[in-house]
């Protein structure tokens, strides 16, 4: 009876939007009931930060691996804080997820991305607020402030409309995995198809880094919008730059589909994104394929970025993060008594120098 307050209309709408498969799925392994044992035991292993939420205040052990990260949860979380019931839980802010489908029990582990090998519970990442990739030097303090990205994509897409973009493919992003070595070849084999080029992370040592090239340097995601196609490969887990993609009304192609975020099963292949097999064999034809029919490819271009501007916005993770733990403190059979020697955490008094 979480949503009888708001009438009903809104209330469905808040049902849909909320994404709510999604937690269900999650949440199921624990229907159980998650026991206090359960969770000293996860706490014990160490694969995340424990957090306690008690009498609405929020309160943290002190170890956090990016305090970065941590923050940018903890501003969703105070922002609902009031209307929380007390519960507990362990919110690993790694890259990576940690429990594995194969490890009993299940250990009750918030994680931001996985794969169906694992049972961690997805949460809305800290970079919709603060603490993604530091991309220099277009975005030395770390990519975040999805409200204000939403903001400067949604001008950057009204400058470059459908019919003004360059009808080819683009990327740029650095090495981490060679599987994204195809699409730069690809490029420099058809220029005309797609323009492709590795740029350098903090692990770039030499040209072989870069495939036998020069480094390309950063293009902020604004200037992404001038092409109609955009790739999106998934990084060490899921990549960030997969929703900001959308809103330059381009069309997305998104490599391989292993790779999830809480808000990634409601959308769907050639409805809302073009399909690209993780070894891009497929990538010509594809790009030659909407090439040839503009009006398909422009219609799936109009409906991922309208189910990102409709369904992602600031408001919904925000629910996204209430509908969670008000359901996630249903499921422990215990009441969590407060950790002493935890601080509280508070709202960061806002920085007027960014």
Known sequence: GYLSTHSGRRSERRFQI???????????????GISEDLMAATVKRGVGTHYQIIGNKLYREHNCMFPARCSGVEHFILEVI???????????????????????????????????????IMYPAWTFWEGGPAVWPIYPTGLGRWDLMRDDLRKSAEQWPWKKKESKGFFRGSRT???????????????????AEYTKNQAWRSEKDTLGRPAAKEI????????????????VAASFRF????LCGSLVFHVGEEWQEFFYPQLKPWVHYIPVRQDLSDVRELLQFVKDNDAI????????????????????????????LTEFSQLLTYKPQRRNDYNQIVHKSSKTEL
Request: a negative charge.
């Open 243 to 246: 929703k900001h993609l959308f």
């Open 82 to 120: 009031n209307r929380l019931p007390d519960l507990e839980m362990v919110v690993n802010v790694r890259d990576y997820p940690q429990v594995p489908s194969w490890v009993q029990p299940t250990l009750p582990v918030f994680s931001f991305s996985k794969t169906s090998d694992y049972q961690d």
């Open 220 to 235: 902020p995601l604004v200037d992404h919008c001038k092409y109609k196609y955009l790739f999106n490969f998934r990084g």
């Open 297 to 324: 490819a422009q219609e799936i271009a109009t409906r991922g970025r309208q189910f990102i501007l409709d369904q992602l916005r600031m408001d919904d993770v925000s629910c996204y993060w209430e509908r969670l």
């Open 177 to 195: 995995s060679p599987e994204r070595d195809p699409l730069i070849l690809l490029s420099r084999e058809a220029p005309e198809l797609v323009d």
């Open 18 to 32: 909320c994404h709510l498969s999604v937690l269900q799925h999650d949440l199921h392994p624990f229907s159980g």
